[in-house]
């Protein structure tokens, strides 16, 4: 083999590295495909539903961690107009055909443990 080819096959060898560890390192719920899971969140998989129609898709999840309610708010309100998302009120966003709210709730004052339970329904 040439160097160049031996140089090629290494480049893309560390390209598809690069490409699989980013792609593992980005979290998801698992029903809303495109909706990212904050980090220090970890979704409650069993409260996971989506039921799609022609008129639109519900989907529902619940999210827990030990981080502030601002901190979530200021990162959704940054990362998802990066997915189509609008919005001008707190915690409520929308695309397209497509709402999605945010509401929080305290689960444990000691340890500041909150749930996010994030919602969209049809416009």
Not at 14 to 33: K, P, R
Not at 39 to 53: M, N, P, Q, Y
Not at 109 to 123: A, D, L, Q, S, Y
Request: net charge negative; aromatic share 14%; with cysteine.
């Amino acid at each position: 083999m040439t160097r160049v080819f031996k140089f090629c096959i290494w480049c893309i060898f560390f390209v598809i590295l690069l490409f699989s560890s980013l792609v593992q390192s980005a979290a998801f719920l698992s029903n809303i495909e495109d909706l990212p899971l904050m980090a220090g969140l970890t979704e409650e998989k069993d409260s996971a539903i989506l039921f799609e129609s022609s008129s639109g898709r519900i989907a529902e999840s619940i999210a827990v961690g030990k981080i502030s309610e601002r901190d979530v708010s200021k990162f959704y309100k940054e990362t998802l107009p990066q997915f189509g998302w609008n919005t001008d009120l707190v915690n409520w966003f929308w695309r397209e055909e497509e709402i999605l709210s945010l509401r929080f709730s305290l689960i444990n004052e000691e340890n500041g443990t909150i749930r996010v339970h994030f919602k969209i329904v049809p416009r």
